[in-house]
């Protein structure tokens, strides 16, 4: 069995247990980031399952065990109710992990009730929405697909709170546990990145050069400075990490001000990542822009998470607002 086919069938025996658990869930996302940040995102995915418990006993009863749910937390789609209690989905969400071997969908969307739209998860049995036969944007390895919807019946019951409170043990809504582990996958890939360039430097030197790159007083300090931003914004997560009530308290137990903190580190976090990564590239001469290069795989890969949605400049304007004390969206938070 290969690596993602491992991780995919562990997914599957796990259920939504990980998204409880936002340390153990962030350190996991941050080892696979290391080693491969297709799976690492993959992983993220698996946190919407925490919205499950937010879902009637009945839908909960229609998954059956061993079922793969996988998504998107972008709000690519528009909900409109229809003339009963139902609604009807359509919109298009790009780049979804694993989008063949789901069995299940949570996808965001917008939802229209008359008054300011809502963002909510929009739970689908796989077969109903579209899947592009082509694999989408987004790391390579991670067999992502693009996903389309246009006027597909959706039951009430299948409309999930996509950023809280959900009932149930979870600490944090589904969306910010998937934050908190695209941080982790954003961690590990630059913690990798960097290291190999460490190794590299010691052993090359730039052209018609006799010292080595690890010699040269301007490169070792430039890279110092990067190496300690990146362990300072990791400590800065996992204190703030630490400070969230124990496993198995609700979403009541967290107050604004820590998830305030929290989102505030995770943001600044993961742009310290990317900054990371894209470091370790550009240093790494001409031969890191070729196909098949580890470091312009590790390139491409920051620049995929860094177009996350959950680390866009809206959400860094939200959480800075926040921060200030400004009443913001439950969305970023």
């Known amino acids: 069995m290969t690596t993602r086919a491992a991780l995919a069938e562990a997914l599957r025996e796990a259920g939504p247990d990980l998204s409880f658990r936002p340390r153990a869930l962030f350190r996991a996302a941050e080892s696979l980031g290391h080693a491969?940040?297709?799976?690492?995102?993959?992983?993220?995915?698996?946190?919407?399952a925490g919205a499950l418990h937010s879902a009637p006993p009945e839908v909960r009863a229609r998954i059956a065990e061993?079922?793969?749910?996988?998504?998107?937390?972008?709000?690519?789609?528009?909900?409109?109710?229809?003339?009963?209690?139902?609604?009807?989905?359509?919109?298009?969400?790009?780049?979804?992990?694993?989008?063949?071997?789901?069995?299940?969908?949570?996808?965001?969307?917008?939802?229209?009730?008359?008054g300011p739209p809502e963002p909510v998860l929009v739970l689908l049995p796989a077969g109903v929405a579209g899947v592009s036969p082509r694999t989408g944007t987004g790391l390579d390895g991670a067999d992502a697909r693009h996903l389309a919807a246009r006027d597909v019946a959706v039951p009430a019951e299948h409309v999930l709170p996509a950023f809280g409170p959900v009932p149930g043990p979870a600490p944090l809504p589904p969306v910010v546990a998937v934050r908190c582990a695209v941080t982790g996958v954003a961690l590990g890939l630059a913690r990798?990145?960097?290291?190999?360039?460490?190794?590299?430097?010691?052993?090359?030197?730039?052209?018609?050069?006799?010292?080595?790159m690890s010699?040269?007083?301007?490169?070792?300090?430039?890279?110092?400075?990067?190496?300690?931003?990146?362990?300072?914004?990791?400590?800065?997560?996992?204190?703030?990490?630490?400070?969230?009530?124990?496993?198995?308290?609700?979403?009541?137990?967290?107050?604004?001000?820590?998830?305030?903190?929290?989102?505030?580190?995770?943001?600044?976090?993961?742009?310290?990542?990317?900054d990371a990564v894209r470091f370790a590239f550009g240093k790494s001469g001409g031969s890191s822009l070729y196909s098949g290069h580890s470091m312009e795989g590790h390139w491409r890969d920051a620049e995929e998470l860094a177009c996350h949605h959950l680390f866009s400049e809206r959400a860094e304007r939200e959480i800075a607002s926040a921060q200030f004390g400004d009443h913001v969206s439950p969305v970023w938070l």
């Open 36 to 48: 491969d940040a297709s799976l690492g995102l993959l992983l993220a995915t698996d946190g919407l």
């Open 215 to 274: 010699e040269q007083p301007v490169l070792r300090t430039e890279l110092n400075r990067v190496v300690l931003s990146f362990r300072a914004a990791r400590r800065l997560v996992l204190t703030e990490l630490e400070g969230l009530p124990p496993d198995g308290d609700g979403q009541e137990a967290v107050p604004v001000a820590l998830r305030t903190g929290l989102a505030a580190a995770l943001l600044h976090a993961h742009g310290v990542a990317i």
């Open 66 to 114: 061993g079922d793969l749910l996988t998504g998107s937390a972008h709000p690519g789609g528009q909900l409109r109710r229809t003339g009963g209690e139902g609604y009807v989905l359509s919109g298009c969400w790009v780049a979804v992990p694993a989008a063949t071997s789901a069995d299940w969908f949570a996808l965001g969307a917008e939802r229209d009730d008359g």
């Open 192 to 212: 990798r990145a960097l290291s190999e360039f460490a190794e590299t430097a010691r052993q090359r030197s730039r052209l018609g050069e006799v010292t080595r």
